[in-house]
């Protein structure tokens, strides 16, 4: 079955540039969306199309994909911004999560 | 705004049943695919399976590891979709979201607060 293995965690500087990486075979292949989940709060869609941001996302959340990893870049690195972050692809029409990355803000 | 909202969580003996339920608002339920997608206590997200819509012939498909003893359903009239879920396991005890795919952005960008199932003796 397909996999993908994110970081379990990650931290960065406010005002740094934080990068989160996903990886799986081929995943340059698929398209890629990114979630941010804060504690007891659903998921939230940041990134989709391995590079998109839909409506109301700051422009500092962006994306790529290429060969076997995607990475969900933030530049300028807010508080608030700290956060669990999920990769998602579709395979076969299943979809398939990476475990997870924590994103520290300190 | 569109809504989704779970219900009927609780707590469930192991090999027990129960029948999550995922109410719609704001959208057009009848041509929209729902998606469900659970999370154990301080794991990661987990897909269930999903159901499409009435002019896709209600097409469902399951996770590999759940196929079997999960179903999900739809009733267009009630704007609800269901996750039934028979034999259930300690393993499955998490917080269960549905979830859609949007209309102009290809990805799942609307989920419910979630239900929690506890499945325990």
């Known amino acids: 079955s397909y996999e993908l293995t994110q970081p379990p965690s990650v931290s960065v500087s406010p005002g740094q540039t934080a990068s989160i990486t996903c990886s799986g075979d081929?995943?340059?292949?698929?398209?890629v969306c990114w979630y941010q989940q804060k504690p007891g709060q659903s998921p939230v869609l940041v990134i989709y199309?391995?590079?998109k941001r839909p409506s109301g996302i700051p422009e500092r959340f962006a994306g790529s994909n290429s060969a076997n990893t995607a990475t969900l870049t933030i530049s300028g690195t807010q508080p608030l911004d700290e956060a669990d972050y999920h990769c998602?692809?579709?395979?076969?029409?299943?979809?398939?999560f990476g475990g997870g990355t924590k994103l520290t803000v300190l | 705004e569109v809504q989704l909202v779970e219900s009927g969580g609780g707590l469930v003996q192991p090999g027990g049943s129960l029948k999550l339920s995922c109410a719609t608002s704001?959208?057009?339920?009848?041509?929209?695919?729902i998606h469900w997608v659970r999370q154990a206590s301080a794991k990661g997200l987990e897909w269930i399976g999903r159901?499409?819509?009435?002019?896709?012939?209600?097409?469902?498909a399951y996770a590999a590891s759940l196929k079997g003893r999960f179903t999900i359903s739809r009733d267009d009239s009630k704007n609800t979709a269901y996750l039934q879920m028979n034999s259930l396991k300690n393993e499955d005890t998490a917080v269960y979201y549905c979830?859609?795919?949007?209309?102009?952005?290809?990805?799942?960008?609307?989920w419910g607060q979630g239900t929690t199932v506890t499945v325990s003796s």
């Open positions: 979830t859609r795919i949007g209309t102009t952005v290809n990805g799942l960008d609307v």
């Open positions: 081929k995943l340059g292949d698929k398209f």
């Open positions: 159901i499409r819509s009435k002019g896709n012939n209600y097409a469902t």
């Open positions: 998602q692809a579709w395979d076969s029409s299943t979809a398939i």
């Open positions: 199309e391995d590079s």
């Open positions: 704001g959208l057009t339920f009848s041509g929209s695919a």
